[in-house]
């Protein structure tokens, strides 16, 4: 079955460390992009790519990186500059081209920091 | 003023009842709009999506598009406790391959027994 699989589930981050936080599809989607969600303040947008090897900020893109050196593959990294990011964190991917289809999601991946 | 405004709830009625979500937007060159579902720990699935304007119906849900008034709805009719979940208005311009879809906040929904 095609789908969207982040990993892990759940991750403990210590103070000062750098994670990486896994994106895989196999939905042949050109698309991919990572969401924050925190409780009360939706989703927001940290990084996209619409092609391989390249990608763009959104709009909390600070503390956060990210590559795309396969189509199927868009991990986030987040470094120990980021100083909240204890959150709720979700990959999604698309088609791109003229007419949008919507995104298909991953079930997330939740950080805290201990 | 917000891209997308949408009432966060939490909304709770009984088993049975039509259910109405709502989000108003500022932008009116959206043309896509969708509605997604997320429990609770899960990621968003797309539950609707609509092109323009008009009405779209598939069983117990029904959306509705006013460009006019910049107003979108989800109606949910027999509502069910596995209905219960959070629900996230989204749209986009989708200006050739680059638009990104701006979503709501979301309303938390609960259906009880």
């Known amino acids: 079955d095609g789908g969207i699989t982040q990993s892990p589930k759940y991750l403990f981050r210590k103070e000062g460390q750098n994670v990486t936080l896994s994106c895989e599809q196999n939905?042949?989607?050109?698309?991919m992009y990572w969401y924050r969600q925190d409780p009360g303040q939706g989703l927001r947008l940290i990084y996209y790519?619409?092609?391989?090897?390249?990608?763009q900020k959104g709009d909390i893109a600070e503390g956060y990186s990210v590559s795309r050196e396969k189509k199927e593959s868009f991990p986030l990294t987040v470094t120990s500059a980021q100083k909240n990011p204890t959150a709720f964190y979700l990959c999604?991917?698309?088609?791109?081209?003229?007419?949008?289809?919507?995104?298909?999601f991953g079930s997330g991946t939740r950080l805290t920091v201990v | 003023q917000k891209e997308v405004e949408q009432d966060p709830g939490p909304l709770s009625v009984p088993e049975g009842a039509i259910v109405s979500l709502n989000c108003t937007y500022s932008?009116?060159?959206?043309?896509?709009f969708m509605w997604y579902r997320q429990y609770s720990r899960k990621g968003p699935e797309l539950l609707m999506y609509?092109?323009?304007?008009g009405n779209k119906e598939d069983g117990r849900f029904t959306a509705q598009v006013d460009k006019s008034s910049k107003y979108i709805s989800l109606f949910i009719r027999d509502s069910q406790p596995s209905d219960s979940a959070t629900y996230l208005c989204?749209?986009?311009?989708?200006?050739?391959?680059?638009?990104?879809?701006?979503f709501g906040k979301g309303t938390k929904l609960s259906v009880k027994p």
């Open positions: 609509t092109y323009s304007s």
């Open positions: 989204a749209m986009s311009d989708h200006r050739g391959s680059q638009g990104n879809l701006i």
């Open positions: 932008n009116s060159a959206f043309q896509y």
């Open positions: 939905l042949n989607h050109d698309a």
């Open positions: 999604a991917s698309s088609f791109t081209g003229p007419t949008l289809y919507g995104y298909t």
């Open positions: 790519s619409q092609i391989v090897n390249d990608f």
